[in-house]
């Protein structure tokens, strides 16, 4: 089921990258598709970081003892705004999230 | 035909070249995916099948945490497909270019479509009219990010089975999307779309099915459509 699933992403994945170049042809995209398509990448990847961060175990917590991920989480954005380096973001945010692990 | 080959070659390393600063971004992204595959239900050897059948690195991610959980099957398509709805964007936007290509091309490239491949592909093509370099330069990029992202995949699926569980490396996930984040929310919109996504996800995450990702996602992108018609003059 597991790979049926991954097959059926991979060729609606194909698909839409096909769609304006190999099906529509020239046709423009209509203003009304185009808009909402320009904030899928912000709201998604919102939707993922956000629960990560403040309800890893399902309850929302913020307090370093009950749920360091969010404080680890906020270090990590202040070095992901300043630098955009992912290595650095990682190995900063895991680092974080060790030491409050250790500390609380 | 001399200078054919030359356009088709310059375009070939213009794009590769183009894309390797990029890699400093996607190994690492790549790294993370194949040791979240290796330690998740759906396990390594589906993880690495992910990046030659879906090759769209945040989708991969979420599919591969994703599958052979509680979460429905049928859900972690529709969340998929969500993530990569996208992708409609960038062939619009390159449409214009591929139809001057054989129709081969037109058929086969759309598969190295990638957001980096797309970014660079429009920034050259605004200074090139060369169909056969423009064509050479995507090709370039594109397999540029294919193979290190094989290879990425494969190395950390090798390196996740001796990672124990204890470290929490499963957090890595979130901070490879928060740099993510960072370039699209400089504009209020794109901003109003993150935050309402994340917020409307953590309030949905009891959401039957999982469905929590995708009802966030879809309350984000209608935010940031209703502030943008709001500033509009």
Known sequence: ?104 | MKDQTDMRRGGLADGARALTPLLLAVVPFGLVLGVTAASSPAGGLLGIATSPIIFAGAAQLVTVQLLGTDTSVFVVIITALVINVRHLMYSAAMAPHFSEWPRRSRFLLPYLLTDQAFALSMLRYETTDDPVYKRWFFVGAGLGLWLPWQLATIAGVVLGAQIPESLGLGFAIPLVFLVLLIPVVQTRPGLVAAIVGGVGAVAAGEAPYGLGLVIGALLGVAAGVAVERLGEP
């Open chain 1, 1 to 104: 089921m597991n790979w049926i699933a991954v097959l059926i992403i991979g060729l609606g994945t194909y698909l839409t990258r096909l769609s304006f170049i190999g099906a529509f042809g020239e046709r423009e995209m209509p203003g009304w598709m185009e808009r909402p398509l320009r904030f899928v990448a912000p709201a998604v990847m919102g939707a993922i970081v956000l629960p990560a961060v403040v309800q890893p175990a399902g309850v929302i917590e913020f307090l370093p003892a009950a749920n360091p991920r969010f404080m680890a989480g906020v270090i990590a954005a202040a070095v992901a705004y300043k630098w955009r380096n992912v290595s650095l973001v990682i190995a900063v945010g895991m680092g974080s999230l060790w030491v409050l692990d250790w500390l609380f």
